[in-house]
């Protein structure tokens, strides 16, 4: 559970999307809320999805956080109203956690870091490359 008083929300009252939020199963008006919220994302995935044909900027991001979310919702949804789970559970859904400082450079439009496999390619080539002196250097042959 999130702590308020050491912290304000993160996500923006995006709960769905929290690695924090936990849903109680048995709970009739959460489980009604979500499924509400459900429908309305599914009506609003087509307008991102035409955006991002479009061509237009951000479109993608907003799609396929939309996608994420819709996908979230089925997830919980399906737990929320499986008769073999047990009334009263604690339900918490995992989320690859994003950090502050990838949330501001998404927001800034830039990338964090070059892909570490792109490196190691790179030291490989470094390390097989003759040395540039040897590149230039020609025996000379003693009879």
Known sequence: MHDYIMSPCSKHRDCINCEEQRCIKGDDVKLEKLIQRLERENM???GDKKAVE???????????????????CEELIGILSDENVPDDSVVKLSLASVSHLDQVMDKN????????????????????????????????KRA
């Open 44 to 46: 609003l995935v087509d």
């Open 54 to 72: 479009d061509g237009l900027l951000n479109a993608d991001r907003h799609y396929q956080k939309r996608l994420i979310t819709i996908r979230r």
């Open 109 to 140: 439009h830039r990338k964090r870091l070059p892909k570490l496999d792109k490196h190691n390619r790179e030291q490989a080539d470094i390390a097989t490359r003759k040395p540039r002196a040897l590149t230039h250097y020609k025996r000379n």
